[in-house]
């Protein structure tokens, strides 16, 4: 069965510092994508990145970058001299392709992230 | 703005009351989803169309959830006889065609159920 695990509920952290987002994933497929989206106050999830089971290169946006390993089902997300801005609720989801076309997602719990000034 | 809208944004009601929530996808994006979020927890999948079809409803569906998309366009989700139990966030997405493609989710309709 799928299931995405987000093992860290809240994590704090003071400005400047760098912080990583856990997440574990189980799947029978071999076909799947993995995102993470960003739920800040206001309530709309905000879509960050997509990333295929095949394509296990980490990927790097500014302060942001993402660490996927097949090896450990998991696909942690870091980000780089945290700010205020950053503080709000992140979600790992998982889609799988190979055996459903349905393309729904499965999330994790989220973790809820503060960054103090 | 072309993103994805939703309306209300927020929606108080008795218990026993039927609400009708609506969701404006993105344009040129033939699915769309439905979810829902209780606090604390992340989005569990609803529902989906394929234009007007709906091709998947998930077990959380109960008989007093329906959904529809009349011309594969917008879409709209309704509960009949409110329990305090369905209080949620409401949420659309939507996405190209392919299962793969990344949705794009509305602001969310917020339920209290008094």
């Known amino acids: 069965a799928q299931k995405v695990t987000q093992a860290q509920t809240e994590i704090s952290v003071v400005e400047k510092e760098d912080v990583t987002l856990d997440c574990v994933y189980e799947?029978?497929?071999?076909?799947?994508?993995l995102f993470w989206y960003k739920q800040p106050p206001s309530g709309e999830l905000v879509f960050l990145i997509r990333r295929n089971s095949f394509d296990e290169q980490n990927e790097i946006s500014g302060r942001y970058s993402w660490n996927f390993q097949k090896s450990t089902s998991s696909f942690n997300f870091t980000i780089t001299a945290s700010q205020v801005v950053d503080s709000a609720v992140y979600f790992c989801?998982?889609?799988?392709?190979?055996?459903?076309?349905?393309?729904?997602?499965?999330f994790g719990q989220g973790t809820t992230l503060q960054v103090k000034p | 703005d072309t993103g994805v809208s939703q309306n209300p944004r927020h929606k108080i009601t008795k218990r026993g009351q039927n609400v009708t929530f609506r969701c404006d996808p993105i344009s040129e994006h033939n699915r769309l989803y439905w979810y829902r979020q209780t606090l604390g927890q992340g989005p569990e999948f609803l529902t989906y169309?394929?234009?007007?079809?709906?091709?998947?409803k998930s077990r959380l569906l109960s008989d007093r959830f329906s959904a529809e998309r009349p011309k594969g366009s917008f879409s709209t989700l309704e509960i009949q006889r409110t329990e305090q139990g369905d209080s949620a966030m409401y949420l659309c997405?939507?996405?190209?065609?392919?299962?793969?493609?990344?949705?794009?989710f509305g602001p969310g309709t917020r339920l209290l159920v008094l």
């Open positions: 799947t029978r497929d071999t076909t799947y994508y």
């Open positions: 989801a998982l889609s799988e392709v190979g055996s459903s076309n349905t393309g729904k997602l499965i």
């Open positions: 169309f394929q234009n007007e079809a709906q091709l998947e």
């Open positions: 997405a939507s996405s190209l065609e392919a299962a793969q493609e990344t949705q794009y």
